[in-house]
């Protein structure tokens, strides 16, 4: 008796110790600090569509998104402050409150992504190869954002993928 014991308490062991190994815990979230700045690089799953390159600045109130690419809209300046948008190309100027400007937007959609995955608000976070993956919905898109030691290295989102560069705290 004691010897089928012995065989029937070895293999559980093995396999509970297998099991307790393989479950994972939930990644924290990203510890992004502001102020921050970084550079973009857009580019839309769509293979006849532009790639845009920008600069973004965020601020504990306030950010800056300069657009550097393509030429066609190289120097706007898209500006959210005091909860006002200013988007600025040339001598043109536009304010907006910030429920004028659509969620769909790109600029909008990178900061409010980066903004809720730091923030852990309605974010599922999971772990893998040494990367926190953030996974949420802004308004009816959901994105995916990868961190890498609390930096963020790409975001996609309703059909575009933003790669982060040259990232400074």
Known sequence: MKKFLKYLIFPLILILFFIAVSCKKNAEPAALKIPYSCELTIKSDD?????????????????????????????????????????????LEFEAKRDELPDSAISTMIISALD??????????????GNTIANGTIGDKDYELIFKDDIPQSLKISGYTVTFSKFKS
């Open 47 to 91: 293979e006849n569509s532009d790639t845009y390159k920008a600069s973004l600045s965020r601020k504990e109130n306030s950010w800056l998104i300069t657009y550097t690419e393509p030429e066609s809209i190289s120097g706007m300046t898209i500006t959210f402050s005091d909860d006002k948008y200013k988007i600025k190309l040339d001598e």
């Open 116 to 129: 809720k995955s730091t923030l852990s608000t309605n974010v599922k976070y999971k772990t893998n190869k």
